[in-house]
Each structure stands twice: as structure tokens, then as C-alpha cells.
């Protein structure tokens, strides 16, 4: 087995089939954490060529192409993958514990840098993909964003009114 510097970055994807937490099912052991990469035919023409392990879904309906997809292992075992999520408060690094938040996240846009791994098992051969960096903005909630907000400016201002470090200005208080 050998390794494979070639990364490629794939922006503007989307995710499919969510396992950050590794659960066991028909399709996965226990313990693997991945998820698949929807792919336009011109980029999986291109990462096939270029011998990555690209797969179709069958098409839904008669007279569709099939869907290419690659699967992606999230692996923390070697060399952790980094792994950011984006929302309008703040940009948050996820470490293994906190990865499965991703399965149920509501994923705006996410960008994905993959670390090729090729492997041979007898006759067999190919090039497995690991994260290397994920980035993921998460669509937001409305109601949850205008409570958080609220939360906040009372926190404020109740931090304001035990330390008693506010000026009352134009029926506002204003924090010193």
C-alpha cells in the first residue's frame, strides 16, 4: 500500500448518507465514520481517471443518468481530519466527540478536502478517500436565532445591573 499526495479539494458539495457518528447498520460497522459526496458525471469522470473509488446510485426514475458518488471515511486514528462548522455566531472546530453533531446538522454549504489513500489487496486495488479538512456552513434556524439574541442582550444587561456599570440613555440601557 502506498500513499497518494494527490488531495482534491471539491467545493460547494453535497453530503449524503451521514455517519460522523460511526453507528452500526446494514451498510456500516461499528466504529467507521463516513459519509458519501454527491458528484456531477464531469468531476467522477475525472476522479475515476484518476483511479478514486467512485460509485452510482442507481436512477430513480427510467430515462435518468445514475447519481456518481464517493464515499469518505472519517478517520482519527492517524491524523485527525479538521473539521470546522460556520454559523453566523461563530466558526467552531469539531473534535471526534463532537463530529456526530453533523448527522442531523441542516448543511447550508459545505467544501471538502480529500487525502487519497491507495490501497491493493491481492488483485484488487484502488484509492480510498479520508477527510482531510471539512468545512460545513450550517443553515440556521430563525426562531432559534432570534431567541439566542434575546438570551444574549438580557444577559447583558442583567451583567450590567449586578456590576452597575450602565447609563440609562434615550429609555435604552447602554453598557460602559
Do not use: H
Not at 100 to 113: F, G, H, K, R
Amino acid at each position: 500500500m502506498s500513499r497518494n499526495d494527490k488531495n482534491i479539494t471539491l467545493e460547494d458539495v453535497t453530503i449524503a448518507f451521514r455517519n460522523f457518528a460511526g453507528k452500526e447498520s446494514m451498510y456500516n460497522q461499528a466504529g467507521d465514520r463516513n459519509f458519501a459526496i454527491l458528484l456531477d458525471p464531469e468531476t467522477a469522470a475525472n476522479m475515476e481517471r484518476d483511479g478514486w473509488n467512485v460509485k452510482y446510485l442507481k436512477a430513480r426514475e427510467e430515462g435518468d443518468e445514475p447519481q456518481p458518488y464517493i464515499q469518505v471515511a472519517v478517520s482519527y486514528k492517524t491524523r485527525p481530519p479538521k473539521i470546522c462548522m460556520i454559523t453566523s455566531k461563530n466558526m467552531t472546530y469539531l473534535s471526534e466527540e463532537d463530529v456526530e453533531l453533523l448527522d442531523w446538522a441542516d448543511i447550508e454549504q459545505a467544501d471538502v478536502t480529500l487525502n487519497p489513500y491507495a490501497w491493493a489487496v491481492g488483485v484488487k486495488s484502488g484509492t480510498k478517500a479520508y477527510v482531510k479538512t471539512l468545512v460545513v456552513k450550517i443553515q440556521e434556524d430563525y426562531l432559534e436565532n432570534k431567541w439566542r439574541t434575546f438570551v444574549e442582550n438580557n444577559k447583558n444587561e442583567m451583567l450590567a445591573l449586578e456590576t452597575g456599570k450602565e447609563d440609562y440613555i434615550d429609555g435604552e440601557y447602554e453598557l460602559n
